[in-house]
Nanobody, 119 residues
Framework: VQLVESGGGLVQAGGSLRLSCAAS????????MAWYRQAPGKQRELVAG????????NYADSAKGRFTISGDNAKKTMYLQMNSLKPEDTAVYYC?????????????WGQGTQVTVSS
C-alpha cells in the first residue's frame, strides 16, 4: 500500500487548506484512515480519523470545530478540510491507513505534507 498526500502549503492565520490522501496498491482491506501531524520537537499526534465502512469519525480536541475529515471507501481516499488555521497548526501532516487481514493489522504511512500557518 502506498499513501500519497497533497494539499499542504503556506497559509495565513485564519485561512483554510484541504489535504488529500490517496491509497494505491493492495487497498482492498483498508478499514480506517487517519491524519497525524508532527511539529518540530514534538511527538506525532493524531488529528482526526475515519472508519471507511461506516464513516464514523474522531477528532483531537485541537481539531474539533475547525477540521473536518471525510473519506471515500470505494476509492480509498481521505480528505481533511482545515479551517480557521492557527500558527500552532504548523506541522508535517501524515496520512495513516490501517489494513486488516484476518487477525493481523498492518499500518501504513505516507511521506507527509508540510502545513505552515503564518501569524
Amino acid at each position: 500500500v502506498q499513501l500519497v498526500e497533497s494539499g499542504g502549503g503556506l497559509v495565513q492565520a485564519g485561512g483554510s487548506l484541504r489535504l488529500s490522501c490517496a491509497a494505491s496498491g493492495s487497498t482492498s482491506n483498508i478499514k480506517s484512515m487517519a491524519w497525524y501531524r508532527q511539529a518540530p520537537g514534538k511527538q506525532r499526534e493524531l488529528v482526526a480519523g475515519i472508519t471507511l465502512g461506516d464513516g464514523s469519525t474522531n477528532y483531537a480536541d485541537s481539531a474539533k470545530g475547525r477540521f473536518t475529515i471525510s473519506g471515500d471507501n470505494a476509492k480509498k481516499t481521505m480528505y481533511l478540510q482545515m479551517n480557521s488555521l492557527k500558527p500552532e497548526d504548523t506541522a508535517v501532516y501524515y496520512c495513516h491507513a490501517r489494513r486488516v487481514i484476518f487477525t493481523t493489522t498492518l499500518p501504513y504511512w505516507g511521506q507527509g505534507t508540510q502545513v505552515t500557518v503564518s501569524s
